[in-house]
């Protein structure tokens, strides 16, 4: 599928803002799932300076050299991307697998974790995709997608105990639950352009990916109860959302913050 994206994130101060420094994981990498044909990463009136991060993402520090009232962040591209049934397959640059294994803030491992992951076996290590499509649809059960009941500082746990939260929240659940069953898991973040009857293409999406010894990494979206198809794009990974959250920075001014994004996608073509 030959997709296009616009993606425009706009900030509006009720004071000037007087610095700035913002990273951004917004550009995607062409690999097994998608080709990169163009992407342009722009912010009127700032500095950025592209770079590459432990992960291998792209990224882009953004910098305010003079106040401003209102910063616009836009990304337009057009990407290729093909199904391989949720299967990344794994690169010669990667991190070791067993990376992410590791805890973060947002994928401690609590009591109602360690609950949740003693439900599931993984003898024999054949059943193991299995296992995992099961963890992915008892997420979606426990952690009801509702926008709104949780923020940028919930962790897994939290939004495991209350019973919902938003994609974010869902795929640290589901890195948490792996990791305590000793499979490697991370977070990705990208875009879904449509295909299951919900609002969850409106904005940048999130889902987790899993590493099984035959296959390499594979995606697994309990938001949308299904592994990647063509209509996903991966712009970044990491542990948690705090590695590969699309903005991320601090300020000095600017008073009350008002945040916009839209995320369109004016243009899909299937391929062959």
Not at 15 to 33: C, F, I, N, V
Not at 38 to 58: E, F, R
């Amino acid at each position: 599928m030959l997709i296009r994206v616009e993606h425009a994130t706009s900030y509006q101060y009720s004071e000037p803002l007087l610095a700035t420094t913002q990273y951004l994981r917004m550009t995607p990498l062409s690999g097994g799932t998608q080709a990169v044909e163009s992407w342009a990463l722009t912010c009127p009136g700032a500095a950025m300076t592209q770079w590459q991060d432990q992960y291998g993402n792209v990224c882009h520090t953004l910098t305010v050299p003079k106040p401003v009232e209102h910063l616009d962040i836009k990304v337009c591209g057009l990407v290729r991307t093909r199904d391989t049934d949720g299967v990344v397959g794994t690169a010669s640059s990667e991190l070791p697998s067993m990376l992410y294994l590791r805890e973060t803030p947002y994928t401690v491992v609590t009591d109602p974790i360690r609950a949740f992951a003693g439900r599931y076996s993984l003898e024999p290590k054949e059943d193991l995709i299995q296992t995992l499509h099961a963890i992915m649809l008892a997420v979606a059960d426990e952690v009801a997608y509702r926008p709104g009941d949780t923020d940028v500082q919930t962790t897994g746990t939290e939004a495991l105990e209350q019973g919902s939260g938003v994609c974010q929240d869902q795929a640290h659940v589901f890195c948490a639950v792996c990791r305590v069953l000793g499979v490697p898991a991370r977070y990705v973040s990208g875009y879904l352009s449509h295909g299951f009857g919900r609002d969850a293409h409106a904005a940048s999406h999130a889902w987790a990916e899993a590493f099984i010894d035959s296959l390499g990494w594979v995606g697994f979206d309990p938001t949308n109860r299904a592994c990647p198809n063509e209509s996903y794009i991966r712009t970044a990974i990491g542990l948690d959302y705090a590695e590969a959250s699309p903005v991320r920075g601090v300020r000095a001014g600017g008073g009350v913050e008002t945040m916009t994004v839209r995320v369109s996608f004016p243009s899909q073509q299937q391929t062959q």
